[in-house]
């Protein structure tokens, strides 16, 4: 959530939020499990947190039922980490392992802040040259930016693809924030792009190719926190190799449904891909608002078809004719 990138969960999830909880005088010579202990009695002290308070492997859950969970982990300075880093319990509770949430926060903010180039924006520009009033329609403004978009739209086909495959564990969400978050800067940085739907494609093929060791360079797989030192986010592939190979699996399918959506044409046809990358639930909305606002325009005679462009609303153009309002079989009176 820190991130800007959550997506509502499938069915009747719950919202997981995590939270830390420093402890900023304790030193690493203080028990993992000890500590635990003395956070959940402090919870527990509050009589509407002890009613719905819950323990978990090393941390502590608030179960807003119905609505979200809290996942509440006890923390400790991490003296080794000149970044502000901070130690954590292992699942065990037998040692402290290093951990920096807000430092990753950091470094993914400055990545989305990276602004992508797009050829289409020179053809936009020489359109909109004339002294007419034109705007594009709809009305386009990516308020979370294409990263955290990208970055949603991944999470959300691994839920959707995963939903019926109770045997697999799908990619942690950190994962598929970090890899995205790299392949994106990269390509930022070295690249030119037909449109913010190319750029998605890029970073979806490229994931792989950000992950920091592989088995056969050093017998182990690492996705690294590069805001700290010896956060591995890939950790658990290393117990259970079935991860890293549901990892590979699911990004190849994701890799090849986007960029099925680039050679469909027709609404129906790609609402219909849409619905089997994301689900129904946020494709139909989309359609739905899109509809209402493209029936508004055209209400208010102010839907316009541009060439070489398609819709816009205008006020008024040399180059664009207007869309007429839309009546039953065309006659206005009925």
Known sequence: TATGTNVRPLGGDEHDVDLMCVLPTLTRDASPSEVKALVGRRLAENARYSEILEEM???????YANEFHLDIT??????????GGLLVPDKQLRRWKPSHPK???DRFDRRALLVP?????????ALMADRSSVEPYPAYELIKGVLRRAVQLLKRHRDVYFEDKSTLSPPISVIITELAARAYAYLVEKHVFDNEFDLLLH???????FIDERPQSDGKWAVWNRATQGENFAEKWNRDGARA???????RVAEAGFARLADL???DAIAAELRSLLGSRPVNKVLDDQ?????????????????????ITATASSAAAPVRANTFFGRPDV
């Open 265 to 267: 044409d027709g609404r």
């Open 57 to 63: 492997a090393r941390c502590w859950r608030i179960v």
């Open 245 to 251: 190979d549901a990892f590979f699996h699911w990004q």
């Open 103 to 105: 430092g990753f926060r």
């Open 74 to 83: 006890p923390a400790i300075p991490n003296p080794d980490c000149g970044n």
């Open 203 to 209: 970073v979806v093929k490229m994931l792989p190719a």
């Open 291 to 311: 509809t209402a606002a493209i029936s508004a325009a055209r209400k208010n005679q102010s839907l316009w078809v541009a060439p070489k462009v398609g819709l």
């Open 117 to 125: 180039r797009f050829r289409d924006e020179v053809s936009k520009d």
